[in-house]
């Protein structure tokens, strides 16, 4: 199935494509979520924000998306790092300073998805610290559990927001070879175990059921055939819609449902990276997405999507201090010429992706 006219029609009615730097108008009756990538912290932005006095300061990474995120009714990451103390590191065992989570909540983020290949970097006192740390800022979380008793009070993950129910599910491929040890849990793709979460969500009796699963084949911009098959599996088990993670690179976006059918089902199979140190070609940017709901006699729809790019620009481009995160509708003004060339080539580069077919 290719991402067609006849899809994308159906949408041209209900919703405005708009630029990065505008947002979707919300009312009592609808409810807008916003979806980001991976929230990474690699060396080189542990050392950019590391200030004289031993602290840390992000402040600057997310000011040019802060008024994005903070519109949305509900905002939701996937934080693939731990927070699991010092010594902070990059790659390939992430631990990122406190201060990264506190700039994540301020900027406006409510929800984290935390089932990553990572999740296990530093070991069970890294995966209980992050969730500790989470829990202390009030961040909503998904994916990860100090234990049976944490999982079963906690997932699924139901919101309540302006009187919409959404129930989140989360789950990853592995955790990178590191076994996860009593009682901590991760979430893993498992199938029995899937439905059975599935089945809780819907007795739940949610208006919406998200799934955001952590998958894929790294820096493959086509979603694999295990995806594809996967994210059926799901839709046909009850869960609404899907977002993806893992590959670092954005993906096609697939809306599934015939012409005729009232519902929609997006399927969002990796939005890329949303703020890294990476800076291979597809890999130096990502996607949001932002779903528009509305109720109608007491039914829940999708009422609409929209798309947008972001791009990180580091300091050895910009010879600033800080990594900045920045959105599609950026004024290029503010960018030297190295960075409006990498902007300009990340942002055609992955528009070419989004047009792409997916195999099916």
């Not at 697939?254 to 059918?261: M, N, P, Y």
Request: glycine share 6%; proline share 4%.
């Amino acid at each position: 199935m290719t991402i067609s006219s006849k899809f994308i029609s159906w949408l041209l009615p209900a919703v405005i494509w708009l630029s990065a730097t505008t947002v979707f108008a919300s009312s009592a009756d609808t409810l807008s979520i916003y979806f980001a990538g991976d929230l990474m912290q690699h060396e080189a932005q542990i050392n950019a924000a590391r200030q004289a006095d031993g602290s840390y300061d992000y402040s600057r990474c997310f000011a040019h998306v802060k008024p994005e995120i903070r519109y949305a009714d509900i905002a939701v990451g996937n934080l693939e790092v731990t927070l699991g103390g010092k010594p902070y590191r990059g790659y390939p065992a992430f631990s990122a300073p406190d201060e990264y989570l506190y700039a994540i909540r301020d900027a406006g983020f409510d929800v984290l998805m935390t089932a990553n290949n990572h999740c296990m970097d530093r070991g069970s006192k890294g995966l209980v610290r992050t969730i500790n740390m989470l829990d202390s800022l009030k961040l909503k979380r998904a994916g990860t559990y100090k234990s049976q008793h944490d999982r079963i009070h906690n997932y699924p993950l139901l919101i309540v927001k302006k009187g919409f129910k959404i129930a989140f599910l989360n789950a990853t491929y592995g955790t990178n070879g590191i076994p996860v040890s009593k009682p901590n849990i991760v979430n893993f793709l498992d199938r029995s175990q899937m439905k059975a979460d599935i089945l809780k969500a819907r007795l739940m009796k949610p208006d919406i059921i998200i799934a955001f699963m952590h998958w894929g084949n790294e820096y493959e911009t086509t979603p694999s055939s295990s995806q594809i098959e996967l994210a059926e599996w799901l839709l046909d088990l009850g869960v609404d819609h899907i977002i993806g993670s893992h590959p670092h690179v954005v993906q096609p976006i697939e809306l599934i449902g015939k012409s005729e059918a009232p519902q929609k089902h997006l399927v969002v199979y990796s939005l890329g990276n949303y703020i890294s140190n990476m800076s291979a070609r597809h890999t130096d940017g990502g996607m949001t997405v932002k779903l528009l709901f509305k109720r109608t006699n007491g039914i829940t729809r999708l009422l609409s999507y929209e798309h947008s790019l972001v791009w990180t620009s580091r300091p050895t481009l910009s010879g600033n201090s800080n990594f900045v995160l920045y959105p599609m509708g950026v004024d290029r003004k503010l960018l030297n010429t190295n960075e409006a060339f990498r902007m300009n080539r990340y942002m055609n580069d992955t528009e070419n992706i989004l047009k792409s077919s997916i195999n099916r």
